[in-house]
């Protein structure tokens, strides 16, 4: 049964009975007025050859005597002889200028006026049967004569179909596929009845007819500039191929000698071949043209479609909107973008599989379209929605929304987040959705909240973002970015131990930012590692100027972030600098954040490795601050491990803030690490510290960052008294 199936359904593609898409059926209508174009074109040099043919065996020779061929004059001579030929140039003419401007997608004010008088005179054509009539072309039998009017007023139906279809265009600013196809029609018409007249007067008047082989060229244009439906094809072939060979075999000629006109079973054997080889060659085009449709509609609706739902991708959104200019005053006039995050989504792939989760993203896109619509509706990646909605209703579109993501979250903790942004005119659309994208990331730790819209603080902090990541190469190069130095000091002696150098941008127009402005902007745009290699660059460089002026110099720790381990390699950007330079290892100190070992272990623990082999001392910061304190400290050995400022809190007031850092520091030292404490305000604290074993201290209670010249000038002046050092 299955095969059975299978060759019907064969069958039926084949013959062209499933009904194509919009597409696919624009498609074949553009490739045969392509098709149109070229055939068009050919037949204006085989008509202008026919003429110059006509003139050199029968027009110029008998000039003098027109009467030879029937006619009175030498001028109704050259007419009568080229008259369908110039017919036939003129609707091929008109054909060609059509096509090309069909296939344009703009219409130039030269084209349309072509367009218009090439299609008037096909209209006012007829008026030539004048001329026929008084040069006495208008005679035989009395199939030749309606075959010939119906050649003639066959071109006011072609002038009018171009016409209609330009004006069409005109108004419209598109084409229209109907109009498209009845020029097409029109003018396959038109070569179908100058094959047949051509054909059918030489078979009448001629003892040796030859120009049957003009009706099988005209069948040939005919059926490639006619490639629908292949049960179309067969029919309309095998009508008219019938109808012609009854033409012939039914001509009776008369008194006239009879014999010529029997028609030969060879060439009726011949005929039917044709007939079934012209066939054969339409519904291979057919399919093959059907087959390249279907490609192209595929790789559009990928580019316009997403992958996973039948949405709308952003990227074709903004096209949209762009093409449509929504992005003019009177469009973007009470407009909002979206941009719609459901929070928490993952639990869905987690807990229920990526099925599941493909299974939710389908039906929040099937609400999504439902509430928008479809047409400004899309998906940007991943559980990222953005739809370009009007301001009217939208609370309740946006309540609507969040009650149907109840309804099918069948209990997991998944969270409405929208941010919205109401474009100003002339907005580009996609700095329009990233700034809907930030509202909504504003709100994503609120779980009261569910929409927020972009307001003018958040532009503030939005271009604020936009010239640190456009600025940080300027920053550095032109010394805005420096760092400060806060001093670390022995807990016993209080005396100056280090210093740890914290990064500065003071800038010309934003003033001093701190490096909660700038510092998780560059992570968030992968730049960090620049900002560090310039602390490294600046600490070098200015340790080395100290030490060629005499002044006594400390070693300086310096801060390494997660990426950096990832965007560059730390252990050449350091060994570059060192070398560079000529300072001691043992005078730079690197310090790690415990959350950078959370990511990559394998790699950094083989960087961590190299520094220490080239005698870095290796310093594990904001220890207690991650989930996995112990395991970090269990799996690396680090030199000096730095507690972090929080365990200091409410240290009067809760006993076991005192236990938990005492742990920390008796744990250090069986491990062979030494113990850092930041965060140090209170003599109390200090105190403290250092009876429990705490070696390095650091905090206000011993100095803010300083900029490098304040701090050199406090060891200058014994401020900052400098203790063991190695």
Request: with cysteine.
């Amino acid at each position: 049964m299955n095969k059975v199936n299978k060759a019907w359904d064969f069958f039926i593609d084949l013959m062209g009975f499933r009904r194509n898409s919009k597409y696919v059926r624009t498609y074949l209508n553009d490739a045969n007025i392509k098709s149109s174009i070229y055939m068009s074109f050919i037949i204006i040099v085989l008509e202008i050859w026919m003429i110059i043919r006509q003139l050199n065996e029968y027009i110029v020779p008998n000039w003098s005597t027109p009467e030879k061929y029937g006619y009175a004059s030498s001028t109704a001579l050259f007419f009568g002889m080229t008259s369908l030929y110039y017919l036939f140039i003129m609707c091929s003419v008109a054909m060609m200028v059509f096509g090309i401007i069909h296939l344009r997608k703009k219409e130039s004010d030269n084209l349309f006026i072509a367009n218009i008088i090439l299609g008037s005179l096909c209209v006012l054509w007829p008026l030539m049967l004048i001329l026929e009539n008084q040069v006495g072309n208008i005679k035989g039998t009395n199939v030749n004569i309606i075959t010939l009017f119906l050649l003639y007023f066959s071109m006011p139906l072609f002038g009018a179909s171009i016409i209609g279809n330009s004006l069409y265009r005109r108004i419209k600013d598109k084409n229209n596929t109907a109009l498209s196809i009845a020029v097409i029609i029109c003018f396959a018409l038109v070569c179908l009845l100058f094959g047949i007249k051509v054909g059918y007067s030489d078979y009448i008047s001629s003892s040796k007819p030859k120009m049957i082989t003009t009706f099988l060229t005209m069948i040939v244009f005919v059926a490639c500039l006619l490639i629908w439906k292949p049960y179309i094809s067969i029919v309309m072939l095998t009508s008219i191929f019938i109808a012609f060979l009854f033409m012939l075999k039914n001509y009776n000629p008369g008194n006239n000698d009879v014999s010529k006109r029997i028609w030969l079973e060879g060439d009726e054997i011949n005929y039917i071949t044709f007939l079934i080889s012209l066939t054969v060659i339409t519904i291979s085009i057919y399919q093959q043209r059907v087959t390249e449709a279907k490609k192209d509609e595929k790789l559009i609706h990928d580019a316009i479609y997403d992958h996973l739902v039948e949405i709308h991708n952003t990227r074709f959104l903004i096209d949209k909107i762009v093409t449509n200019e929504f992005i003019n005053p009177v469009f973007s006039k009470d407009k909002i973008y979206l941009f719609i995050n459901l929070f928490n989504f993952r639990i869905v792939n987690d807990q229920r599989g990526f099925d599941k989760g493909d299974l939710f993203i389908m039906k929040v896109a099937r609400i999504i379209i439902k509430i928008f619509g479809p047409e400004f509706s899309s998906r940007q990646s991943d559980d990222h929605f953005v739809v370009f909605t009007e301001t009217l209703g939208l609370e309740g579109k946006i309540e609507a929304l969040n009650k149907s993501l109840a309804d099918i979250s069948e209990g997991l903790f998944i969270r409405l987040k929208v941010g919205g942004y109401r474009p100003k005119p002339n907005d580009n659309p996609a700095r329009s959705i990233d700034k809907a994208r930030y509202a909504c990331g504003m709100i994503k730790k609120k779980s009261e909240v569910i929409f927020l819209e972009y307001d003018d603080k958040m532009d503030e902090k939005v271009r604020k973002r936009q010239y640190i990541v456009n600025h940080i190469d300027e920053a550095i190069a032109k010394g805005w970015i420096c760092a400060y130095y806060q001093p670390v000091v022995w807990s016993k002696s209080n005396s100056l131990c280090g210093a740890e150098a914290l990064c500065r941008w003071i800038d010309p127009n934003y003033g001093f930012l701190s490096p909660a402005d700038f510092i998780p902007v560059l992570e968030e745009a992968r730049l960090i590692h620049k900002l560090d290699s310039g602390v490294i660059q600046f600490v070098c460089s200015n340790m080395r100027r100290a030490i060629d002026e005499g002044r006594p110099v400390v070693p300086i720790s310096i801060n390494f972030s997660r990426l950096d381990f990832e965007l560059m390699d730390v252990v050449s950007e350091l060994e570059k600098n060192v070398k560079e330079y000529k300072i001691d290892r043992n005078y730079i100190h690197v310090e790690i954040t415990e959350s950078a070992l959370a990511d990559n272990l394998d790699k950094i623990k083989a960087t961590v490795g190299e520094l220490q082999r080239l005698g870095y001392d290796i310093w594990l910061d904001d220890f207690g601050s991650g989930y996995s304190s112990l395991n970090v400290i269990k799996d690396f050995q680090f030199d000096v491990v730095k507690i972090d400022m929080t365990f200091l809190t409410n240290f009067d007031t809760n006993p076991r803030t005192k236990y938990i850092i005492d742990c920390i520091v008796q744990l250090a030292d069986r491990l062979g690490m030494q113990t850092l404490t930041e965060g140090v305000e209170t003599k109390e604290e200090a105190k403290f510290l250092e009876k429990i074993g705490c070696g390095r201290l650091q905090g206000y209670l011993f100095g803010k960052p300083l900029k490098l010249s304040d701090f050199e000038e406090k060891i200058q002046n014994k401020e900052l008294k400098i203790g063991k050092l190695l």
